[in-house]
């Protein structure tokens, strides 16, 4: 019993950081119809952001932390700007492409200027693990989940209330409509790419406090994908659930299946679930499917 | 120079070849097909070898993904069941390659089958995202189903012999390559003449109205699902033989991108465009190799940053295509051919 | 004989009731033509008649065969063509490949004999280039522009254009929805005409959706009214055209 609250205790910790990069992903494809491949490299890059402010840079954790989220939503902006405007209205290939393109593009900037060695970040929290009976949480997971867990309020909040996240709900719902009633659609784009990046380095930025980092850390965002098909492509509550049933179902799997089924059974459990899933509803469990005209 | 575009017979406007010009050239090109094994080094047959069956692959994936419409993230998946099909045959039940052949790219056809059906009811990215499962799930069981596929130790191939005749180096390999290629182009060029090439299209640029056409939509996309497989389960095929091995780091999903670059620069849904695209994709790493070997004589570690450097490159590639020039290398092609047409009389 | 008949047919989507009731004749040879307020369900009642809407209640009758459960494709197979309002071309073909497309249903050639191309699949090529240049290209006098992209076109070509599809499924009723919208007068006049031609030459029975009213009451046999999903009226154009509800839906109620 003790186990079983173990691993469901750890897959929502984990699940937490899945959630939140799950949030970003759907910020920006609500907002602009773009899924990002490069969801992992934005987590990656995140990473080394702070690696190379606090590590090489020397420069105390908070600010650190600060200017990772400056430096992503520069990244988030640049992107946007330089690359995916271009794309608009391209049939769906296009768009997946350059996105994989683009994931690419980083990974090998990131080899090239932090090399593909191992880097651990200096301990932030306390060693200590939490202890609630005889379930243990790492340190790391604890914290990593806390942080995702204020993260994700703060972007819910700010997309519920605050200005820009009422313009690019609208913006969201309905392009042209937004853009009659003098909102600027682009610089929404560009919010949104913004947001989604910062989104993605806070999720690399706990991945790599768990596990270090090394440029091939963006292999974690295909997990992304069942988490966004479970909740809906286009659903933000749909990718918090989503996180915290994938975060459970690969601990559970890894927990309880790795005994009858060779290999690693928790990076191949979401996959699984997502093609159960697929199969059953063909646009996801909260997508929606739409009135096709003629 | 190429003017003179006049016919007499439907039958000579329908021609793949229409000029007599572009039959001078086609011969030309052949006879230096026949020549370059003559004249090429192991390096350079090595090269062309590999092209050779990425252009099989890459007409495979262009079919379904650039003709059809329908994305698909797991086509390494299927080059590599075509792969492992091939070796085990072979040296399981000691089949003879020329049998090997076929039905490997039947096996991959099948899985194709497989996975396709279901998909039918998703589009777009749903339908992207599946086949991503799909290449997860398949790569797993490469690696994890070690009574089958020998694990991560993969399986050992002999040379293919045909007719006793041992094909056992890059020269000899050629003369499977080559004929394959020309079969499997020739092939796929001679369906987008027909009502199937044309039903392909018709569902990529509106599978509704296409439907309300005559279509039925789940058939072609099964057809498409199963030629584009079998095409990668051939291609598997020749690359198992050529190589020798088969481990299963050989199909990951980077793999499954690279073929999609492929006929993203190449040009999506022309059937030239993965021919351009398969050679293109192939020749740039290695083009990025010799100039940093050049580099290296002043900095001795350059050499250290030819990864990275390819991982570069090769995104920025897609990305400038896909910006610049989305038609790709084909529409380029086209328009160097159009410039030439009157050359030097344009005026 | 009524060729094409629907009964009852009743639509919705989700609470939304798009069609009730509807119930109406085409006799053979006919040009049946389909007017109403913008919204009213006029494109619904064509999609169920294509098959591309399943409507909750009601039958498609066709040739004396009830085809309310067929597939599109195997109700296009048995000779109902369809052209679009919002032009609906492939964008990625020629003019003379979207053509050809609509002879789909009625051509042989498979997966395989179109790998091979020679021998059947070529034959059957040729004949239908012949047929698609002979008898439609010619017909509706695009000679000029088969080769070219269908994207390049002006929009009255490839209102054209799609017409030609539609007559390459060889069509025992052609259901067109909007032809003239969006048309100057010469372009309207000229569809008018291929409408009229392809009824009195081909004997092809047309149920058609238009707006401009001048073409409806120049050309067709029989009109039906349709106003909020139901319909009000049916009859000859002078019959239709005097009925007092259609005058109230068009014109709106006389206050007094």
Redesign the interface.
Known sequence: MWFFLELIANGIAVGGVYALIALGFVLIYKATSIINFATGEFMMIGAYFFYTFMVMLGLPAIPSFLLVMLGSAALGFAVERAILRHMLGQPTISIVMVTIGLSSILLGLAELIWTSDFKNFPPLFPRAPIIMGEVVIRSNFFWGFVIAMAAVVVFALLFKYAKVGVAMRATANDQMSAFSMGINVRTMFTVAWSMGAIAAALGGLIIGNIGGIQPTLGMVGLTIFPVVILGGLDSIAGAVVGGFIVGIVENLAGGYLHEYVPGDVKELAPFVVLVLILLIKPYGLFGKEEIERL | MRIGDYKVSYGADEAVFRTGTVRVWMIVLFLAMAVFPFWAGDYLLYMANLTGIAIVAAVGLNILTGAAGQISLGHAAFVGIGAYTSAILITKLGLPFIICLPLSGLSAALFGVIVGAPSMRMKGLYLCIATLAAQVIFEYLFKNWESLTGGIRGINVPAPTIFGFEFNNEFRFYFITVPVVIIVVTAARNLFRTRVGRAFIAIRDRDFSAQLMGINLFRYKLYAFALSSFLAGVAGCLWVNFIKIVTPEHFPLHESIRYLAMIIVGGLGSVLGSIFGAIFMTIIPEVLKSMLNIVSAFSPDAMAYLSPLQTVVFGLLIVVFLVFEPHGLAEMWRRVKDYFRLWPFEH | MAILSVEDLSLS?GGLKVLSEVGFAVEDGDIFAIIGPNGAGK?SIL?CI???YRPQKGKVIFEGSDITRR???RR??LGLA?T???I?L????TVL?NI??????H?H???L??????GP?AR???AL??EV?EDIIDFLEIEAIRKLPVASLAYGLQKRVELA?ALA?RPKVLLM?EPVAGMNAEETEDMARFILDIKEERGITIVIIEHDMNVIMDISDRVSVINFGQKIAEGTPDEVQAHPEVIKAYLGEKRD
Do not use: I, V
């Not at chain 3, 492939?90 to 073909?93: N, T």
């Not at chain 3, 050809?100 to 249903?105: D, F, N, P, Q, T």
């Not at chain 3, 004999?113 to 020679?118: E, F, Q, S």
């Open positions: 989507f494109t999609n294509g098959g591309f597939s599109p494709d296009a197979a369809r679009f309002q919002n609906a492939y964008r990625g073909m490949d050809k497309l609509g002879a789909h249903a051509l050639t498979g997966l004999k179109g790998l091979l191309y020679w699949a059957e090529e040729m280039r012949q240049e599809r499924m929805d």
